[in-house]
Every structure is written in structure tokens, then in C-alpha cells.
């Protein structure tokens, strides 16, 4: 598959789910209500910044702490296109995965590219570019890469009702 | 081929015949958990894979804690929809007045039994690790396929072996050693293993300190925290659980990713200071620091075995003017025994306010979230910032002597010098 969008930066590391959505609001069941508040504990300005297509471009242990996937339906109701990071909180990632939206390990990128860059990302190439610069993305397994491209857990559950199979 | 205890209960619910760290393999779930939080936003997704009916109801498990008692309006709806959808599947479901904290309350009612996978929509489902289960922390998607289909895509973890050596001194918990680990590997450090504790520090442990350190074993980033079962297990599920076990261990010669040391003899109470569960000092070098509001309870350590250490040290004390001390049993059987042991009696005595079960301020949703600029000390599981209300609050992590001791002093201290010496 291949993905662009600009790049919108959230440098530090160990950002934690509730900075991305506070535990006040997961009372809110729906992905519409739930994205006002994303980054509502972290910097409530950058939801100014998620215009069109956006690559989110963070640090280690990204979406470390709660299993809330209100983090995650708040950026696919945001249009965020991927996020590329240094490392990420194990359930983040799953959430990430099963909602279809891509999560990229590579953290020589994540430390380089600047806000705004256009970035590029090739998964079948294994590359992704911005501002003229390469980068090698990591082997994604095959299982994750079905699973994103097919939009997440639900499509891939459904198909796989209708062939009965695993992976 | 030799494997660690993690992996041979991912093999065994597999349909595989072996499986190395990395791989990917769907493992099949014993039990189900969701709450008022995780629940609700599941069911919408099995809706739209399809699905009408949960795989098997005994194996799923619904429990009304995180908003429980409603808040307002919309935690109330959220509480309706679990009770309404439980029974419309036939699913056991835990409602107000009858259970408590989710982990707490499937622990004591026998639900758990080592050598189980649990899937749990809780990043705490952790915290059966103490049983010698597999309980894992997963987003309501996954809930949703696990409660249509009863298994969930993994990724084979490698396994940390924490072995704990020597005996833990006075005021010193689970807690602490817990907060040990994450202070030495880092609130990454457990990514893509699971932590697995052995040693005869962690062979002398009670049950409730096991609890309270499997709990945390996703505050170092693992995907779970295990104790093998041994007879500390075996007593505590004799006339609790029905279902059938097996100790199972790691193979004597399994690799592990790697192996940490924590020397209990020298293992001081210990405290996490904001806004990290891996900033972690000796109470002695947070000693002075000035407390707004203490909070004891949560899945970690709301158990009646903190109840009776918050009560050591406030017996005959009362509580700093310029503090507001919060304390939540577990769970409605924690409760009732904290009540015949007359433990109520004495938080009451002695000024602090004590709620009905709930998950509440620990996660920031109600009953007791912090004001700007105010400083909490707690025995929760995570001190991220806003986690218990406002963005400029600050939470400290320590076990319940350390924060009922603050609780009295205003400040932190050595709880040694409110109560000479514990009794249990």
C-alpha cells in the first residue's frame, strides 16, 4: 500500500493514552464524540494541525498505558493516515493495526523529518520518503500488512467468516 | 524444543504444534472480560463484523466498574447497555452492589486458574498473571473478535525472567518490588516480552502482593506478568475455583531475552514520582514532599491486605488537616471483610472517606479527581499526567503503608515513623 500525507510531530517520548484522551471522556462510545478530545492532556492546539491527510511522526513508547481505543478511533475520525514512530506501547500498536490504520517502526525518520514534510510510504517497496530524503522500512509481517490493508479487524473478521480460515 | 511458561500457554491454546518469539498465532481465550468502557465501544464493532452471538456465554465476563456508580447521564448509558447486552448474550455480568473492581472480583470468585488465557478490554488484565494465567490487555476490536470468535492474533512475546531474591523487610509490598522492575528495565523495557517472576522472594509472596506486582508488569511495557502456580496458588483457589489445573513451569533450559536480579534484603518502600511509574525513589529521598490528597485502592492494591496496612498506621492517628485521604476497597467482599475486621472503623476514626468499589478517580473519572497545582500520593498503577484530573496535577505511586503515612504526616515519610513496626 502506499501512503502520503504531511507530517504533524509529537516529539517526546513515552507519550501515554491518557495524554492522547483523557479518562474523563471514556464515557464516550462513539468515534465522532471521541475526537474532539484527542491530545486533549498533550496539547489540545495540535488538533488545529490535523487538516487532510496527516502522518503523525513520534518518539519511543508511543501510546504506552491504557488499552482505550478511543485514542485510536479518534485519529481514524481525524483522517490520520499512519503513524510513524521510534517504538510503540504494545496495545496502541494492536489498535492501531485492527482499526486498519498503519503503525511504522523506523526511528531514524521519526527523528529526522520536520513538520509538514510530505512523506511517502511505499510498504511494498519497504521505503518511505520525505524531503528527499529514503528511509528502509522494517519487514512488517505479511499477517499485519493483510490485516491494515484490508481496514482492520472487522473486514478481515468478516472475510474470514465468509472463508472460515486463520491466518 | 525447550520453551518458557508464556510460551507453552500460547502454544497450548493454538492450533499450532510449536511456535518461536515472533511469530504470529491466533490463541484461543478461556474467558472474555469488558467493562462499562471497553465494553460498549466492543459490542458496536462484533455488530459490524456481523456477528449476532458471543462464541460460547460461560466464557464471557462483563463488569460495570471504571464510571460504576454512574457519574452522569452517559456512564449510566454506558452501564444500561452492558446489562442489556449481557443478558440479551447470557453472559455473566457484575453490576452495581455486586462485584467490584473487574480483576479483583474475577480473582476472588474463582473465575481465573493458572495455565488460562484471559483477554481482557483492560490493560490490567495483566494482573492474573499472579494465578499463573496468560491475561492480556487488548482494545475493544479485539474484544469484539475474541467475543465472536474466542481467539485473538499474537504476536509470540520472548520472556524476561525476574527472579527475586531474599526477603522483603518491614513496610516494604508488592508495590515495590513491582516498581523495582520498572526502574530497572525501564517503562519499555518489557516491550514484546512477558515478565515472568521467580525466585524465593517471589515464592514468599502472598497472593495480594502477587496481585499487586503482575498488575504492573504493562507499566514496563510487557504484555503480561506471570508467577508460575505454586502452593501460595494452590491454597488460595482450594473451595474458591472449580475448574481443573495444572502448575505448569518454564522448561529448565528455555531462553529467555533476558534476566534480571532484584535483591529484596536491600529492597527499601519505594515511591514513583510524577509523571512516570519508571521515576522511582527510596520514600527517604521523597521524604518532605507535600501531599493534597491520598488515594487508596484500585486493581493493584485494593485488596484487604493493603485495607489492614492503611489501618496499621492510621489506628490511633488522624488524618494531616490540609489532606483528604480517599479509600476503595476492591471490591464488595473486600469491603464487607475490611467492615467485620473493624478496619472501617478506623479510617473513618480517623477523618479519611471510604467509597463503595470502583475503578473512579484512579483513571481520572470521578469520586476524588485532583485541582490544578494539587499533589496526590496513591497506590494506583499509573502517575501519567492528568491521569487523576487535571493535566497540572501531580500523582506519587507507593504502596498503602507509604501513602497512608502521608496521609497522616501531610507530607511523605517513612511510614516508620508513624508505626514502629507492622504487625503483619
Not at chain 1, 498503519?102 to 521519526?110: F, T
Not at chain 2, 475493544?140 to 526477603?167: K, N
Not at chain 2, 501513602?403 to 504526616?409: G, H
Request: proline share 5%.
Amino acid at each position: 500500500m502506499i501512503i502520503e500525507g504531511r507530517a504533524v510531530l509529537v516529539q517526546q517520548d513515552n507519550v501515554d493514552t491518557d495524554m492522547l484522551y483523557p479518562g474523563a471522556y471514556l464515557n464516550i462510545d462513539d468515534p465522532e464524540g471521541m475526537k474532539p478530545y484527542l491530545f486533549e492532556g498533550l496539547d489540545p492546539g495540535l488538533r488545529e494541525e490535523l487538516d487532510g491527510d496527516v502522518i503523525l511522526v513520534v518518539g519511543e513508547n508511543f501510546g504506552a498505558g491504557s488499552s482505550r481505543e478511543h485514542v485510536v478511533q479518534a485519529m481514524k475520525a481525524w483522517n490520520i493516515r499512519c503513524v510513524l514512530g521510534k517504538s510503540f506501547a504494545r496495545i496502541f500498536y494492536r489498535n492501531c493495526i485492527n482499526l486498519g490504520l498503519l503503525a511504522i517502526v523506523q526511528p531514524q525518520a521519526a527523528e529526522e523529518i520536520k513538520a509538514n514534510d510530505i512523506v511517502r510510504i511505499d510498504t511494498k517497496a519497504g521505503e518511505l520518503s520525505a524531503a528527499g530524503r529514503r528511509y528502509s522500512i522494517p519487514q512488517i509481517p505479511d499477517f499485519v500488512l493483510d490485516m491494515v490493508s484490508s481496514g482492520g479487524l472487522v473486514s478481515w473478521a468478516s472475510r474470514r467468516m465468509e472463508e472460515n480460515t486463520g491466518p | 524444543m525447550p520453551h518458557t511458561l508464556a510460551e507453552k500457554l500460547l502454544i497450548s491454546h493454538s492450533e499450532v504444534d510449536d511456535a518461536s518469539p515472533g511469530d504470529i498465532i491466533m490463541v484461543r481465550c478461556d474467558l472474555v472480560m469488558a467493562n462499562d468502557v471497553s465494553g460498549p465501544v466492543a459490542f458496536r464493532q462484533m455488530e459490524r463484523m456481523g456477528v449476532q452471538r458471543v462464541f460460547d456465554p460461560s466464557k464471557v465476563v462483563m463488569v460495570s466498574d471504571h464510571f460504576m456508580p454512574a457519574k452522569d447521564a452517559r456512564s449510566a448509558a454506558l452501564q444500561k447497555r452492558l446489562k442489556s447486552w449481557s443478558d440479551l448474550q447470557g453472559v455473566y455480568y457484575y453490576g452495581q452492589g455486586r462485584g467490584g473492581i473487574e480483576h479483583t472480583v474475577l480473582v476472588e470468585d474463582g473465575w481465573i486458574v493458572p495455565g488460562m488465557v484471559i483477554a481482557g478490554g483492560d490493560s490490567h488484565t495483566c494482573t492474573y498473571g499472579a494465578l499463573g494465567a496468560f491475561g492480556t490487555g487488548l482494545g475493544s476490536t479485539d474484544i469484539a473478535a475474541c467475543l465472536a470468535f474466542g481467539e485473538f492474533w499474537q504476536q509470540v512475546p520472548g520472556t524476561i525472567q525476574v527472579e527475586f531474591t531474599g526477603h522483603k523487610g518491614s513496610f516494604v509490598a508488592g508495590k515495590d518490588l513491582i516498581l523495582a522492575v520498572i526502574a530497572d528495565i525501564g517503562v519499555g523495557g518489557g516491550a514484546n516480552a512477558v515478565l515472568e517472576f521467580v525466585g524465593e522472594g517471589a515464592a514468599s509472596l502472598s497472593l495480594d502482593d502477587r496481585l499487586a506486582v503482575a498488575n504492573m508488569a504493562v507499566e514496563a511495557g510487557a504484555e503480561t506478568g506471570i508467577f508460575p502456580a505454586d502452593e501460595v496458588t494452590a491454597r488460595y483457589l482450594d473451595r474458591r475455583a472449580d475448574r481443573e489445573w495444572h502448575p505448569e513451569r518454564s522448561d529448565p533450559d528455555a531462553s529467555y531475552v533476558r534476566k534480571v536480579k532484584i535483591d529484596l534484603n536491600s529492597l527499601e518502600p519505594l515511591v514513583a514520582l510524577p509523571h512516570s511509574p519508571g521515576n522511582v525513589v527510596a520514600v527517604s529521598e521523597a521524604r518532605g514532599t507535600k501531599i493534597d490528597q491520598v488515594y487508596i485502592g484500585n486493581c493493584s492494591n485494593g485488596t484487604i491486605t493493603d485495607l489492614r496496612q492503611t489501618a496499621e498506621i492510621l489506628r490511633g492517628n488522624r488524618v494531616h488537616p490540609d489532606v483528604r485521604a480517599i479509600i476503595v476497597p476492591a471490591s464488595q467482599k473486600v469491603y464487607r471483610q475490611a467492615i467485620s475486621e473493624g478496619l472501617i472503623d478506623v479510617f473513618i476514626e480517623a477523618g479519611a472517606v471510604v467509597s463503595t468499589p470502583t475503578c473512579g478517580a484512579c483513571f481520572g473519572g470521578h469520586m476524588g479527581v485532583l485541582a490544578e497545582g494539587e499533589r496526590a500520593i496513591t497506590t494506583t498503577n499509573r502517575n501519567f499526567k492528568g491521569r487523576m484530573g487535571s493535566p497540572l496535577a501531580e500523582v506519587c505511586l507507593a504502596n498503602a503503608y507509604v501513602a497512608a503515612a502521608a496521609a497522616v504526616a501531610g507530607e511523605i515519610v517513612e511510614p516508620a515513623s508513624i508505626c514502629s513496626e507492622p504487625v503483619r
